[in-house]
């Protein structure tokens, strides 16, 4: 699957069929041993041969062309990010011998150090990140009061999906892309397809040095989960930093339960500490890594996906 994946195989094969000779000229592979794949992936339902050396797509090929709206082509890629993070779970052994991350290990640097020094591989984890983004995009928008706002900040909003989407939904309100990554041309493109590039400015920033300051809401989208705890900290802690006594920290992450999805979240934990040593969190958890950084929760708001909305303000003990 992985390779026909990162092969883009599904992509290559026409609706009506292709044969073995062309697929493997437009892929790039060897003719015998790419066939020798198709018929496995054949025999377990993947793909369809309806004549000898052709192959065809079916419902469940579909699922690997790179616009299917669940991307699961970019996470099966071996090339891209997807594949790179998953390459870690081989080093499980490891890190439940040690209580240490395995990509390190595997790779022989940290992912976020695989991301600076490949502009490729940042630009696929960039690519599934919108993706993910996306899907709870709907969530922020409507689940936080922004109607009383006046700037938001996005702290790591990547190439800026979910900001272009809130500045979109509420023209009153201004925005500030704050991101290594934020003056990409992704970026750019992205504020300028919703019609915000006006409303908001880009700040290219790492969140563990000085942010903006000014912003009514600073936005911290699935970036606390990357982050042990004295990391996560010192993010929250430049977050309140910026925000001041009249701002407002709005940290969107999925919250440990004993309601939540078991799945979903032992499975996002267990890759968040092989990848980073970092964990999911629950409430009590967020709530003392922000007290740390001097911050207090004044609300909070479980949404239709598995992700809640925390509110943090300065903590007036603090």
């Excluded at 090339?79 to 890190?95: F, K, N, P, Q």
């Excluded at 690519?127 to 709907?138: N, Q």
């Excluded at 001041?244 to 309601?259: A, I, M, T």
Aim: charged share 25%; glycine share 10%.
């Amino acid at each position: 699957m992985r390779v026909a994946a990162t092969l883009r195989l599904a992509d290559l094969v026409t609706d009506g069929g292709t044969e073995l000779a062309e697929l493997a000229c437009q892929a790039g592979a060897d003719l015998d041993a790419l066939g020798r794949v198709l018929r496995y992936l054949v025999a377990r339902g993947v793909f369809d041969e309806p004549k000898p050396g052709v192959f065809a797509v079916n419902d469940a090929a579909r699922w690997l062309r790179d616009e299917h709206p669940a991307r699961l082509r970019r996470w099966l890629d071996l090339e891209g990010a997807g594949g790179a993070m998953d390459r870690a779970y081989g080093g499980l052994l490891e890190t439940v011998r040690t209580g240490q991350a395995a990509y390190p290990v595997v790779s022989g640097r940290s992912f976020w150090e695989d991301l600076t020094a490949d502009a490729q591989l940042g630009a696929s984890f960039a690519s599934l990140m919108e993706v993910d983004t996306v899907e709870l995009v709907g969530d922020v928008v409507a689940g936080y009061s922004w109607a009383g706002k006046t700037l938001v900040a996005d702290v790591g909003g990547g190439t800026g999906t979910l900001l272009a989407r809130i500045l979109r939904s509420y023209p009153h309100l201004q925005g500030i892309l704050v991101d290594l990554v934020a003056g990409s041309a992704e970026a750019a493109r992205t504020l300028a397809n919703a019609g915000v590039t006006d409303r908001c400015r880009c700040v290219v920033a790492d969140f563990f040095g000085p942010l903006p300051t000014g912003a009514d809401v600073y936005l911290l989208q699935q970036v606390i989960h990357d982050w042990p705890d004295d990391s996560a900290v010192a993010i929250l802690r430049r977050c309140a930093e910026a925000a001041g006594k009249g701002g407002r920290v709005l940290v969107v992450e999925r919250v440990v339960s004993e309601d939540a999805d078991r799945l979903e979240l032992t499975r996002m934990d267990l890759r968040m500490l092989l990848l980073f040593g970092s964990r999911e969190r629950s409430l009590e958890q967020f709530t003392t890594l922000a007290r740390t950084a001097g911050l207090q929760l004044v609300g909070t708001r479980a949404t239709a996906s598995s992700f809640h909305l925390l509110e943090y303000a300065a903590d007036e003990d603090g």
